[in-house]
């Protein structure tokens, strides 16, 4: 296995979902989640994926799960493309990629032990003997920073910041080589968010964990990702290492996100700038530049050119066709 390359490489990942009824004139229509929407992720790395709700971000933790199947596109994990894995095939995989979702309680068996629950993961994956995995669990729960012991217990019994580091414990379990968290503390206390952020901070550094975190909070993925991918209407709109999104963003949905963000931050002054309109419908979404009918930079040619993703510093990409702005 080559190590520089990345552990995850996706490649114009598409997923369309049919609605019923048809069009003006007579065509099936489809909800574009996602639309040709291309990334890498490195071992080790943590990548944070934004956008407002529905703008495709659980569409893709999903398809890169195989939790549905893409529309079309290439999910290149170690190199195999697991998009196009049968699913005896994908048993194998699913062990070394794991989720954490937003709501800890709904994804988890309140009649089940929270030990049990820890262990589902084990006992499927045939990993260890039932004392290995006892001891196991005991050392995750230490590990996520819950007693030992509160595996006797069971899920109700514990706080909202708790259970997601149940959840957390219990993707760690099959010891994935990857993880998508999808909003992992959206449901949580602003404080109780801090505390569940540092835990995975520290994981990603003592186990290397490499993660793809996803947030519709801008300022949630700042202090813990290394790049950032920025998502509008199942496309990419810009790409770029964490410091430099938040301090030299080159796309105008980006700008539009961090000055609509309610940080007082003195490097960030300038107006408020607010996007014209409602988002559009992923059903019929504009031609060219999906961001056009909301831009202020908008062009008459963001309407015919639908703009590539294009490296505009090292590392740092984006989907506009506007060179003189930002
Ligand atoms: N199973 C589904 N059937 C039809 N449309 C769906 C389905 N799942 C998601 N969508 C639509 O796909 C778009 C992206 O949704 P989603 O990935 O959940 O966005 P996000 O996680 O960013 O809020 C939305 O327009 C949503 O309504
Ligand atoms: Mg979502």
């Given at each position: 296995m080559n190590n520089t390359a990345p552990l995850l490489d996706v490649s114009g990942l598409t997923k369309r979902f049919s609605v019923k009824g048809r069009g003006p004139k007579g065509e099936k229509r489809f909800v574009h989640a996602v639309d040709n929407v291309s990334f890498t992720i490195a071992r080790g790395e943590v990548v944070g994926l934004v956008g407002e709700s529905g703008s495709g971000k659980t569409t893709i933790g999903r398809t890169l799960m195989r939790l549905t199947d893409p529309t079309a596109g290439v999910i290149a994990y170690e190199g195999t493309d697991i998009a196009h894995l049968p699913a005896r095939e994908m048993m194998a995989f699913r062990r070394k990629i794991q989720m954490v979702f937003q709501d800890p309680f709904a994804s988890l068996n309140p009649r089940r032990k929270v030990g049990q629950l820890i262990a589902e993961g084990m006992e499927i994956h045939k990993l260890g003997t039932r004392q290995k995995q006892d001891a196991e669990v005991k050392r995750l729960l230490t590990l996520v920073g819950l007693p030992a012991d509160a595996g006797q217990r069971f899920p109700h019994e514990f706080s909202g910041g708790q259970r997601q580091r149940i959840g957390i414990a219990r993707a760690l379990a099959v010891a994935p080589g990857f993880i998508v968290a999808d909003e992992p503390v959206s449901a949580l206390d602003v404080s109780v968010q801090a505390q569940v952020l540092n835990l995975l901070q520290d994981l990603k550094e003592q186990l290397g964990l490499t993660i793809l975190f996803i947030s519709h909070d801008l300022a949630v993925v700042e202090h813990f990702c290394d790049r950032v991918i920025v998502l509008y209407l199942g496309r990419i709109m810009e790409i770029a290492p964490c410091h430099r999104l938040y301090s030299k963003p080159a796309h105008p949905y980006t700008e539009a996100l961090l000055s609509a963000a309610p940080v007082p931050d003195p490097?960030?002054?300038?107006d408020r700038i607010v996007l014209e309109g409602d988002i559009p419908s992923p059903i019929d979404p504009p031609s060219g530049c999906v961001l056009r009918t909301r831009c202020r930079y908008a062009l008459p040619d963001c309407a015919a050119v639908r703009p590539e993703l294009r490296e505009v510093a090292p590392n740092h990409f984006k989907a506009c066709l506007r060179d003189d702005i930002l």
């Open positions: 490097d960030r002054k300038g």
